[in-house]
């Protein structure tokens, strides 16, 4: 058994000896933070991925996010430190779930969150971030789309939309438990406060808030803002990043409650054994990373 700080050294040797980067979500707990060479949102870890020299990448997130680094960078070696970190909002939609709504609306074309499957954004015209999820909505031709599987954010999207949107009943449910009223308690005992909350909450909540973004958008507003304080509507690892970008700001969290566990299952542990083991790898099949490409290129173009 290793001490932390042994971990951490065998960890940056085997990184070194075998060209491996490793990127870590906001969410991270804070020691795989620490070791990480780039912290992000979904979509910009991906885009590092693809654009790092690394032969192997060792993403700490979920399932879906170390697919999108395969299907950017087919030619390395993604690791998840541990296969079992999933995304249950991602895992409420299949395939075939996406072929069945595309023959009730046939005139309607299908844009997915990043928070997909490869084989769901195989069957989609577009993919999107909760950053771009309208700006790609209104790219498309059709003046139909079928937004899926979050329905909070296809609803934010709806309200900055002239286009028809028909949802998909999916939801975050770490994000979508947050209450009115929990925010309005937090409100009243820090009334300075601007509330920045991620899109995956409900829409009550949305509504009320200063700032609606993705993770890496939170990052850019907190550190252009001049006010002190912030009260944080996402998973609570992202206090972390925020504090090390920002040590003279306070953040409050707007509920305990809202903990991933799926985020916080990699641990030092589990990265030294899979950079060790270069397993467990994850392997889009090429059929269905050639289609999930163009859904991703998509984005990139708009
Ligand atoms: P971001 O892409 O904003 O980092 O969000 C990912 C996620 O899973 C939010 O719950
Ligand atoms: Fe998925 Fe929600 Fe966890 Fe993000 S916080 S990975 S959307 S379950």
Not at 60 to 83: Q, R, W, Y
Not at 187 to 210: F, G, L, M, R
Request: one cysteine or more.
């Amino acid at each position: 058994m290793k001490d932390k700080q042994e971990l951490k050294n065998a960890i940056n040797k085997l990184k070194k000896d075998k060209n491996a980067i490793i990127l870590a979500h906001n969410y991270q707990i804070e020691e795989v933070q620490d070791i990480a060479d780039f912290i992000g949102d979904s979509y910009d870890l991906s885009r590092q991925a693809a654009s790092s020299n690394a032969d192997i990448i060792v993403f700490c997130g979920v399932h879906f996010m170390a697919e999108t680094a395969n299907i950017l960078s087919p030619n390395k070696i993604v690791i998840l430190p541990d296969k079992e970190a999933g995304c249950p909002m991602a895992d409420t939609i299949k395939a075939s779930d996406v072929r069945k709504m595309r023959s009730k609306y046939p005139d309607a074309a299908v844009v997915c969150y990043i928070n997909t499957s490869a084989a769901v954004k195989a069957e989609c015209e577009a993919c999107c971030t909760s950053a771009n999820a309208v700006k790609i909505v209104n790219s498309l031709p059709q003046e139909k789309i079928i937004f899926l599987p979050d329905k909070n954010l296809g609803n934010y999207v709806k309200e900055n939309t002239a286009k028809e949107i028909i949802l998909w009943d999916g939801c975050c449910h770490i994000h979508d438990r947050t209450t009115i009223e929990e925010l309005r308690k937090v409100q009243a005992k820090y009334p300075d406060a601007p509330i920045v909350v991620h899109p995956e909450c409900n829409s009550e909540v949305v509504n009320e808030a200063d700032f609606v973004g993705g993770t890496n958008a939170m990052m850019s507003y907190v550190k252009e803002s001049n006010m002190k304080r912030f009260i944080i509507g996402t998973e609570v690892g992202m206090l972390y990043p925020l504090k090390n970008q920002s040590p003279e700001k306070d953040f409050i969290i707007l509920t305990d409650r809202f903990i991933c566990p799926d985020m916080k299952l990699i641990t030092l542990e589990k990265i030294y054994d899979s950079l060790k083991n270069l397993q467990p790898q994850i392997i889009v099949p090429p059929e269905i990373a050639k289609k999930a490409l163009k859904a991703v290129n998509k984005m990139l173009e708009v």
